[in-house]
Protein backbone atom coordinates (compact mmCIF):
# COMPACT_ATOMS: atom_id res chain seq x y z
CA UNK A 1 0.00 0.00 0.00
CA UNK A 2 1.11 3.72 -1.13
CA UNK A 3 0.55 7.09 0.63
CA UNK A 4 0.89 10.11 -2.03
CA UNK A 5 1.27 13.54 -1.68
CA UNK A 6 1.12 15.86 -4.58
CA UNK A 7 1.75 19.59 -4.85
CA UNK A 8 1.71 21.86 -8.04
CA UNK A 9 2.30 25.91 -8.24
CA UNK A 10 1.25 27.96 -11.63
CA UNK A 11 3.21 30.76 -12.66
CA UNK A 12 0.46 32.88 -13.68
CA UNK A 13 -3.64 32.96 -13.55
CA UNK A 14 -3.79 31.98 -17.40
CA UNK A 15 -3.32 28.52 -15.58
CA UNK A 16 -7.44 28.43 -14.42
CA UNK A 17 -7.68 25.32 -17.10
CA UNK A 18 -4.81 23.57 -15.60
CA UNK A 19 -5.46 23.72 -12.02
CA UNK A 20 -9.26 23.24 -12.90
CA UNK A 21 -8.75 19.81 -14.89
CA UNK A 22 -5.82 18.73 -12.14
CA UNK A 23 -8.66 19.47 -9.31
CA UNK A 24 -11.13 17.57 -11.35
CA UNK A 25 -8.78 13.87 -11.54
CA UNK A 26 -7.24 14.41 -8.29
CA UNK A 27 -11.05 14.36 -6.88
CA UNK A 28 -11.83 11.56 -9.21
CA UNK A 29 -8.68 9.36 -9.41
CA UNK A 30 -9.08 5.70 -8.08
CA UNK A 31 -5.93 6.64 -5.78
CA UNK A 32 -8.25 8.27 -3.28
CA UNK A 33 -6.63 11.98 -3.39
CA UNK A 34 -8.04 14.59 -1.09
CA UNK A 35 -6.85 18.02 -1.00
CA UNK A 36 -5.17 19.56 2.18
CA UNK A 37 -4.54 22.93 1.12
CA UNK A 38 -4.07 25.29 -2.06
CA UNK A 39 -2.60 23.09 -4.51
CA UNK A 40 -1.65 20.47 -2.09
CA UNK A 41 -3.35 16.47 -2.12
CA UNK A 42 -2.81 13.56 -0.01
CA UNK A 43 -4.07 10.08 -0.71
CA UNK A 44 -6.91 9.98 2.13
CA UNK A 45 -5.84 5.85 2.88
CA UNK A 46 -9.03 4.51 2.87
CA UNK A 47 -8.87 2.02 1.41
CA UNK A 48 -5.09 2.47 1.31
CA UNK A 49 -4.37 2.42 -2.48
CA UNK A 50 -1.58 -0.03 -4.23
CA UNK A 51 1.55 1.61 -5.84
CA UNK A 52 0.19 1.07 -8.99
CA UNK A 53 -2.98 3.16 -8.35
CA UNK A 54 -0.90 5.77 -7.49
CA UNK A 55 1.04 6.06 -9.92
CA UNK A 56 -1.71 5.49 -12.73
CA UNK A 57 -3.66 7.96 -10.63
CA UNK A 58 -0.91 10.43 -11.47
CA UNK A 59 0.06 9.54 -14.72
CA UNK A 60 -3.75 10.66 -15.84
CA UNK A 61 -3.37 14.05 -13.74
CA UNK A 62 -0.07 14.79 -15.88
CA UNK A 63 -2.09 13.85 -19.24
CA UNK A 64 -4.89 16.39 -18.13
CA UNK A 65 -1.92 19.32 -17.89
CA UNK A 66 -1.97 19.00 -22.01
CA UNK A 67 -5.74 18.06 -22.35
CA UNK A 68 -6.54 21.81 -20.55
CA UNK A 69 -4.52 23.38 -22.37
CA UNK A 70 -2.21 26.22 -20.78
CA UNK A 71 0.68 23.63 -19.74
CA UNK A 72 3.76 26.33 -19.78
CA UNK A 73 1.34 28.15 -16.63
CA UNK A 74 2.97 24.99 -14.68
CA UNK A 75 5.79 26.06 -12.66
CA UNK A 76 6.01 22.99 -10.93
CA UNK A 77 5.17 19.60 -9.28
CA UNK A 78 6.27 17.90 -6.79
CA UNK A 79 5.49 14.11 -5.95
CA UNK A 80 6.31 12.13 -3.09
CA UNK A 81 4.94 8.44 -2.39
CA UNK A 82 5.96 6.30 0.45
CA UNK A 83 5.09 3.10 1.70
CA UNK A 84 1.56 3.82 4.25
CA UNK A 85 1.84 3.58 7.54
CA UNK A 86 -0.49 0.04 8.19
CA UNK A 87 2.21 -1.48 5.85
CA UNK A 88 5.33 -0.38 8.27
CA UNK A 89 3.44 -1.50 11.04
CA UNK A 90 2.26 1.92 12.26
CA UNK A 91 -1.26 3.67 13.23
CA UNK A 92 -2.59 6.92 12.05
Not at 24 to 45: H, I, Q, Y
Not at 58 to 71: C, F, K, M, P
Not at 72 to 92: P, R, T
Amino acid sequence: MARAIIRYSFDREDGKAVRAEMRKRLRTSDAGFRERGTASWETSGEPEPSVQQVLDAIRWVLEGITTAGDADALDHIWIYIDQAASAQGLSN
